[in-house]
Structure formats: structure tokens, C-alpha cells
């Protein structure tokens, strides 16, 4: 199960599946998995499943700095708390299901996505480093979350998987990673993000 794009009441894509509909797919699966496979084995395969959770990069880009409201409404320190409480909630929904291993994913350097940086013409088309810093302070937010479920959740392992490091590595020294052209930068980034979309 992958989930991502944790607002669904203001999402602007039509083929993302809001938070409360995927707990029903996976309230649906399990039922034809205990059909099929009998409800002891069937326990056994949900809990030793790994779910993975990737949260947050469209509901900031595309909801949060799109829409006017959203920023009267919630600082952005708020509105990385409003996301993280909605995580939390689902994380304890899916355990209540069963869910026992979870791997959750935060925001990658988003102020450096390629979008982002055309668009930052005042920046000469750098990083957006105000996008970049609130994901840093939201993947420490959500990782602070992970770690507070995980001591109250006692079957619960749950990892944070922060990838904000790793991909700013990559577009700080692509030749590192045998890449030698801004094109080729791109389509890995691109290539690699469409996998936390």
C-alpha cells in the first residue's frame, strides 16, 4: 500500500485516492485475502507485509503554495503540523487493520525539483531554498511523529525513511553519481521521484 497526497479534499489530481478510500481498498483486500488464503494466513501475510507511506511533497507544492487560502489559513509550520497529525491518524488506523511494518517517507529537496527551479527566476533558477527548509523542518516533525507512534504502538516498526539528503546529494554533485549534464540530472530526478509520487 502506498498512500500519498494526505489533503484529498483539496487535491487538483483526479487519480489520487483520498485517505479514507484506501483504508477501504485495504479493508476490501483483506477480506478477499482471508477468502482466498484463510483468515490465520491471511493475518500473517498483513502483518508481515511492509507498507509504505510517502507523504507530503504535492501537498505543499500543489495545494499549500497554489492556493491563497491554504497560506491564510496555516503558517507553513501549521500546516507541516496539520499533515503530520493527518500521517499519525492513518498510521493508527492501518495498525488497528493490522499493519505492523511501515515505511514512511517524508519530503525530498522539493525547492530543487526541476518545476521549481524554472520557475525561480528571482533565484537565477537555483534551489527554492524556502521550499527546501520546510522540508527539512517538516521531515524532522515527521520523524519525531514516527518515533513517539513507535514507543506507543508496541507491534509497530515503523522506519522513517527521510530521502532529503540522498536526492540533494544528487543534485549538488551529479558527477558523483556518473552524471555529467543538467539534462541527465533531470530525467534521473524526474525518473526517480515518479517512484515517491
Avoid at 499549500?64 to 509550520?77: K, L, V
Avoid at 517524508?106 to 527546501?132: Q, V
Avoid at 517538516?138 to 515503523?158: D, G, R, T, Y
Amino acid at each position: 500500500m502506498v498512500v500519498n497526497h494526505f489533503v484529498f479534499r483539496f487535491r487538483l489530481h483526479a487519480n489520487v485516492i483520498p485517505l479514507w478510500k484506501e483504508i477501504e481498498y485495504f479493508k476490501e483486500y483483506q477480506e478477499k485475502l482471508r477468502a482466498h488464503v484463510g483468515k490465520k494466513k491471511a493475518n500473517y501475510i498483513i502483518s508481515e507485509a511492509l507498507y509504505l507511506i510517502s507523504l507530503g511533497t504535492n501537498d505543499f507544492l500543489e495545494n499549500y503554495y497554489i492556493f491563497p487560502t491554504r497560506q491564510i489559513h496555516f503558517t507553513e509550520s501549521q500546516y507541516q503540523d496539520f499533515l503530520v497529525d493527518i500521517a499519525e491518524n492513518f498510521v493508527r488506523k492501518i495498525y488497528s487493520l493490522g499493519a505492523r511494518k511501515l515505511s514512511i517517507t517524508g519530503l525530498i529537496p522539493m525547492g530543487c525539483l526541476p518545476l521549481e527551479r524554472a520557475t525561480n527566476i528571482f533565484g537565477d533558477h537555483d534551489c527554492n531554498e524556502k521550499y527546501n527548509n520546510v522540508a527539512k523542518q517538516f521531515n524532522v516533525k515527521l520523524e519525531n511523529m514516527v518515533s513517539k507512534i513507535s514507543k506507543e504502538l508496541p507491534q509497530l516498526k515503523a522506519l522513517s525513511a527521510n530521502p532529503y539528503n540522498i536526492f540533494y546529494d544528487i543534485i549538488t554533485r551529479p558527477s558523483f553519481y556518473g552524471m555529467f549534464s543538467l539534462l541527465a540530472l533531470t530525467y534521473s530526478i524526474c525518473y526517480v521521484f515518479s517512484f515517491y509520487t
